[in-house]
């Protein structure tokens, strides 16, 4: 059996002398392992870097089976960013999270379409760091752990949205949680409100937020630890 | 077919780098066939090289003498250390004689997939050297991949507070290749990394 689809190659761990093992992120087919024969030789070492977009086809004789990958690279995206730390860090992030939270051959077509806005925002020079705040909270949710920004846990108000409970993942208010401040995780206007500033500050509190609940809420159920990317993508961007 | 030796022989050629099971009968059918001449001399060259080689306590090279030729070279320049991911890397640059400065290998590269921390590679050690030995640049030679580049940023953070330039490898279009046939990562590369001419 085989198919073909759009992916973003999120990892690959070297097989043999010239093949690798390749984990690519696909639209309709959603993470997918498959062996890459060659992946090591002259014309296909660039292809199968993370973060590359690709028109990939898969082929194994039974579903089950590993199988092997060919493909053509769509947008080479990954050699544009080498060069600078910040979006690498981002890059390599991103891939990680993806590559060890999500489920293999399970189709996740919005983190799909949000990992790939948010690589081409890496490439070029728009506003990438909220988008990966945006696109990490959507991991979250969509792996059953979702914020819920939509009004205040204690009071039902829906104006002045300041923090969210550790516990329970709700947003709280200015004026309800000011009490509990210490213990509350501060909420980033930007993922409520799309005209709300998107600093550095504001970017750092929010991938504290989404950082929170993937080391406390959504690793931990998988059973494994946070990618150490995640930690070296936040030291830059405090650092 | 043949006997145990020999079979064995064949087995363990088969695992070198490049070298399948026909291309290790191969091959070790032309040395029993060249037994004075290859077989023998072969032998004892993997005996001598067994028992003398070690790795170099400076730099990460392989040698018979331990610091390596290259650390020994006095007419080395001490104040700059390229740093390459693996001995192989080292040789090549070698090969070009372009360098005259050290080296230090890193032994890999950072990789969360492979479960490479940087404690398991020679960061720490790189860091000592440039703090002891007044070097005042340190040239990344690491591969153009996202592990890669990873790691070169890592170092030169690690490397920040020391006052030392850091640089890296250029990229772009290799000696002799043509636009038409290049990856457009390779192009992107080269188009960012140009320069006046």
């Given at each position: 059996m085989d198919w073909r689809d759009e992916g973003i190659v999120l990892a690959a761990r070297r097989h043999g002398e010239t093949s690798a093992v390749v984990h690519i992120l696909t639209?309709?087919?959603?993470?997918h392992g498959g062996l890459v024969r060659g992946a090591s030789g002259k014309a296909a070492r660039g292809l199968w870097q993370p973060g590359n977009l690709l028109d990939v086809t898969w082929r194994g004789r039974l579903e089950e089976h590993l199988g092997q990958f060919t493909g053509e690279l769509l947008?080479?995206?990954?050699a544009g960013l080498l060069g600078d730390r910040d979006r690498l860090a981002c890059l390599a992030s991103v891939c990680a999270l993806a590559e060890n939270a999500l489920p293999e051959r399970e189709p996740h077509p919005l983190l799909f379409e949000g990992l790939r806005l948010l690589i081409g925002a890496l490439a070029r020079d728009d506003e990438w760091a909220p988008l990966t705040v945006r696109w990490e909270a959507a991991l979250i949710a969509e792996l059953?752990?979702?914020?819920?920004?939509?009004?205040?846990?204690?009071?039902?108000?829906?104006?002045?949205?300041?923090w969210v409970s550790p516990r329970t993942g709700r947003a709280v208010s200015d004026e309800a949680g000011a009490p509990y401040a210490d213990r509350l995780l501060p909420l980033p206007g930007f993922l409520i409100d799309a005209e709300a500033p998107t600093d550095r500050p504001a970017v750092v509190a929010g991938l504290r937020l989404t950082g929170f609940f993937l080391e406390r809420r959504l690793f931990p159920a998988l059973g494994?630890?946070?990618?150490?990317q995640r930690a070296r993508f936040l030291d830059r961007m405090t650092g | 077919m043949v006997g145990p030796e020999i079979d064995r022989l064949m087995q363990l050629l088969g695992r070198?780098?490049?070298?399948g099971p026909r291309s290790a009968r191969r091959a070790a059918l032309a040395l029993i066939k060249k037994r004075e001449g290859l077989l023998l001399p072969l032998a004892e060259a993997l005996t001598a090289v067994a028992e003398s080689v070690r790795t170099c306590a400076v730099c990460g090279n392989y040698d018979?003498?331990?610091?390596?030729a290259v650390c020994r070279d006095?007419?080395?320049?001490?104040s700059l250390i390229c740093v390459v991911q693996d001995v192989s890397d080292l040789w090549a640059l070698e090969r070009t004689s372009a360098f005259r400065g050290r080296y230090q290998v890193l032994g890999g590269l950072l990789s969360a997939l492979e479960g490479v921390?940087?404690?398991?590679?020679?960061i720490d050690k790189l860091v000592a050297r440039v703090r002891d030995d007044a070097v005042t640049e340190v040239i990344l030679?690491?591969?153009?991949?996202v592990d890669g580049q990873t790691t070169a940023h890592y170092i030169a953070d690690a490397l920040e507070a020391e006052g030392v330039t850091v640089s890296g490898l250029a990229q772009g279009v290799?000696?002799?290749?043509e636009l038409d046939y290049l990856d457009d990562g390779t192009l992107l590369a080269a188009l960012n990394a140009r320069r006046p001419v």
């Open positions: 639209r309709a087919h959603g993470r947008d080479a995206r990954v059953g752990y979702g914020l819920d920004l939509s009004e205040c846990a204690a009071t039902g108000a829906t104006e002045g949205l300041e494994r630890p946070v990618p150490p | 070198l780098p490049g070298l018979t003498q331990d610091p390596c006095e007419r080395r320049d001490k921390a940087p404690e398991d590679l020679a030679a690491l591969p153009a991949t290799p000696v002799g290749g």
